[in-house]
């Protein structure tokens, strides 16, 4: 079972759901069919904010852990003359009365930290496409100690019980502790917690694979030749962002490959990318390497330097993933 009491557990609770719906609530105010995919003005306003609000949550409650995160104030200070600060500040401020343009920006940049021995990772928002289509996207929280991450947290607003899509719902938040398991509970009201345990599929051609809308995130070509050796069948489950690992800890995904695209050979994952998600995954009974089938390794600064790609499965179809993957590049 879950331990709730513990500063860490009650601590990341708290903080996703309130910047989980700081964020949706963005999303709410400021998307709607006037927003072009490249308008990035909301998203902009709901990283800035989610960060601001959980960076002086963490000075707050563990003054003395650094926090890695995706942002940093210097852009913001300068965007459309001060208005986007003043939008951050405003919406910031409807969950502390400590926000102010200054305050708001040191928050913000508590976030600009390098890995240490224990250390916090955000991701504001991860999945931006599907935010601004008012779809999926997730609040990804995580502590790592010694390379080895403890908790991980989603704050997934549009998904119901970890896995249903629904838009304006009761949201889900999914939290992994080391060696307590998976657990889901809804985002906005507080009701007990229910363990998650991925998929028992062991036929690969049976196998649901997640995926992104977004093609330009992964090898087109090779994903295809992926799905044509393993044989899948189910169609795939299209989704932004790392509540894919929610769907996959929850068993109602089995497979999810991070090709590497052939426009980014180099590429290499940012931690907030894939700590919380990856330890969802792992406590409920799936596992997660590199495509090289190497562990994660968030030792080496704020990327995973010395991994290529993310493949997650829920075990049983780990080892068919991973010589799919060789025999495609063989």
């Known amino acids: ?38 308008d990035r003005s909301p998203v902009t306003i709901a990283d800035f904010a989610a960060q601001a609000l959980v960076g002086q949550l963490i000075m707050q409650a563990f003054p003395n852990d650094p926090l890695v995160g995706e942002e940093d104030s210097a852009t913001l200070r300068t965007m459309q003359d001060g208005a986007s600060l003043e939008r951050v500040t405003s919406f910031v401020s409807k969950y502390t009365d400590q926000a102010t343009p200054d305050s708001v920006c040191e928050w913000i940049d508590h976030g600009s930290a390098n890995p240490a021995a224990r250390y916090w990772t955000l ?13 999926q996207f997730a609040v990804a929280l995580a502590l790592v100690e010694d390379g080895e991450v403890q908790i991980g947290v989603l704050g997934c607003p549009n998904l119901k019980n970890s896995y249903a899509q629904e838009i304006g719902g009761t949201g889900s938040l999914v939290i992994a502790a080391h060696g307590e398991g998976t657990w889901v509970t809804s985002l906005t009201r507080t009701q007990d917690f229910k363990p998650l345990q991925v998929s028992d599929i062991v036929d690969p051609a049976q196998a649901r694979l997640l995926r992104s809308f977004e093609s330009a995130h992964t090898n087109e070509t090779q994903m295809q030749a992926l799905v044509n050796h393993l044989g899948m069948k189910p169609a795939p489950v299209l989704m932004d962002s ?3 690992y929610a769907i996959l800890a929850a068993g109602h995904g089995d497979l999810l490959y991070r090709l590497l695209s052939p426009h980014q050979p180099d590429y290499r994952e940012k931690i907030w990318d894939q700590a919380a998600g990856s330890l969802v995954v792992e406590e409920a009974g799936g596992k997660v390497s590199d495509l090289d089938g190497k562990p ?28 799919a993957i060789k025999k495609i590049n063989a």
């Not at 994660?296 to 993933?321: E, I, K, M, W």
Request: glycine fraction near 8%.
């Open 296 to 323: 994660l390794d968030f030792t080496t600064g704020r990327t995973l330097a010395q991994n290529r790609g993310v493949l997650a499965s829920n075990l049983r179809l780990h080892d068919a993933a991973l010589a």
């Open 1 to 38: 079972m879950l331990d709730t009491t513990t500063p860490e557990i009650k601590f990341v609770i708290h903080s996703v759901r309130q910047a989980s719906l700081l964020v949706k609530q963005v999303q709410a105010e400021m998307v709607s069919p006037a927003h072009t995919k490249d």
């Open 242 to 244: 790392q509540a894919k």
């Open 123 to 135: 991701d504001p928002i991860d999945g931006t496409k599907g935010f601004l289509r008012g779809g």
